[in-house]
């Protein structure tokens, strides 16, 4: 059940709980995430049974700045240094050989660890106040649709959070873009809003794309199916969906439809067609809460317009083909 005074903006408070080993909820450009202390193995313990996620998950280090990362990383390249000036604060996560003392917890059991500094005022000025790593798992149960409001947090994890500091929607919508550095070539391993043309262009050589799972090193996101509705979601073409939907009602099956187009003629009225954005800035920051109302509709299936096969669609149609993988 959800405390209403759990919702704030009391930066300070937000710390208190964090130093007392509590669990925060905090708001990030990228989607909320569920917080606690690096430092502290209890707490992050308690994010993975809170969140029901498996213990070999690395989590994501939040800090406060770049000046932060030799507490965290050994052996920086200066691609790591080039990137976090150009994108931090940013929807950016790099992975990094861990420092010495660096939790298994956090790592997964892996040498790597993922770090960032994330956009958002009320997140940097409570990292700065706290001093330290905050972990930062998406603020939801494991492999369900992120959340990107306070509302979507209180909504999933009601109590079991201390406090959620409310710092309204997010911006970008999608989780961040995750660029592994450990190896001699730079490699995404999780699409985001930063695309590998965009690293390229300033590291001044080519950065490539692998978000398949890695047996070497483990990244968040990465798992088959992820960001997912309870509703089963099919993602198709949109002459295969409007067949889809003509079936579907025609046997008067329970069904919605998130689509670029306008509903046809043929489509029954009462049936919850939802035409969407073609800007995919857009489209990406209102997706987890389309798909969260959608999945609120309790219907038997989900169906989806695939997106265009363009590069800056590529982090949507990564989380839309994990949702209904």
Known sequence: ??????????????VRQLQAGELVAFP????????????????????????????????????????????????????????????????????????????????????TIAIRVPNHPLTLQMLQNFAGGIVGPSANKYGRVSPTTAAHVAADLGNTVAVILDGGECAVGLESTIVDLTDKEPVIRRSGAITAA???????????????ASTTVRTSGSHESHYAPVTTVRLLEYPELLAAALLLQQQDKQFSVLSFEARPDAINSKIYWQQTSVDPKQYARGLYANLRAHDMLNNSVILVERPPQDIAWLAILDRLTRASA
């Open 1 to 14: 059940m959800q405390n209403n005074n759990q919702i704030t903006t009391n930066i300070e408070l937000a």
């Open 28 to 111: 990030t450009e990228t989607v909320y995430g569920l917080g606690a202390d690096a430092s502290n193995p209890v707490a992050i313990q308690r994010v993975f049974t809170t969140k029901g996620r498996p213990v070999d998950h690395p989590l994501i280090v939040h800090v406060a700045n770049a000046k932060q990362l030799p507490s965290w990383a050994r052996n920086i390249p200066d691609s790591a240094w080039i990137l976090a000036k150009h994108f931090w604060p940013g929807p950016l996560t790099l992975i990094l050989h861990k420092q010495v003392g660096v939790s298994p917890l956090i790592t997964g059991g892996q040498d």
């Open 198 to 212: 965009e690293l390229s262009k300033v590291l001044g050589q080519q950065v490539s794309i692998n978000t398949t």
